[in-house]
C-alpha cells in the first residue's frame, strides 16, 4: 500500500510516459505484469500505483521504494530491465525519483 507521508524515508519514482492513443491499454498491460511479476517481488519494493490520462496520451507510474539503492538495484535486475526495454518499445518513459515534502488532506 502506497505510504505518502513527509515522515517517511520512502524514495518516489513517478515516472511519465507518454503514449500513443492506441498503445495506452497496451503500455498499462506491459507495466502491471513488470509489477506483479518482478517488480514486487525484489528488495525494497513497497507499492507501484498506474495511472492513465483521459487523453490517452499518458501513463503515469507512482512507485515507491524503501531507498534509492533498493531503485538502482532493480535497475540492474535483467527481468525489471526485459520490462523496461518493452515499456520503452511502446512509449517515452521520463522517469525522476523524488523524496516527498508535504502532504495535505482535507
Same mark, same amino acid.
Not at 15 to 33: A, G, M, S, Y
Not at 69 to 77: D, S, T, V, Y
Given at each position: ?8 524515508? !520512502?524514495i %518516489? !519514482?513517478?515516472? !511519465?510516459? %507518454? =503514449?500513443?492513443?492506441?498503445? /495506452? ?9 513488470? %509489477? ?9 519494493? +513497497? ?6 490520462? !483521459?487523453?490517452? =496520451? ?5 512507485? /515507491? ?23 520503452s518499445? +511502446? ?7 523524488? /523524496? =516527498? ?6
Amino acid at each position: 500500500m502506497s505510504q505518502i507521508s513527509a515522515d517517511n524515508e !520512502l524514495i %518516489t !519514482l513517478i515516472n !511519465l510516459f %507518454t =503514449v500513443e492513443p492506441q498503445n /495506452q491499454d497496451r503500455l498499462i498491460k506491459i507495466l502491471e505484469q513488470a %509489477t506483479e511479476e518482478v517488480m514486487r517481488h525484489l528488495p525494497g519494493f +513497497v507499492s507501484a500505483n498506474i495511472h492513465r490520462s !483521459l487523453d490517452g =496520451v499518458r501513463v503515469v507510474n507512482y512507485a /515507491q521504494w524503501k531507498s534509492k539503492e533498493a531503485f538502482e538495484n532493480m535497475l540492474q535486475n535483467s527481468e525489471a530491465q526485459k520490462h523496461m526495454n518493452e515499456a520503452s518499445s +511502446v512509449s517515452s518513459p521520463e522517469p525522476h525519483l523524488y /523524496q =516527498v515534502v508535504s502532504v495535505y488532506n482535507s
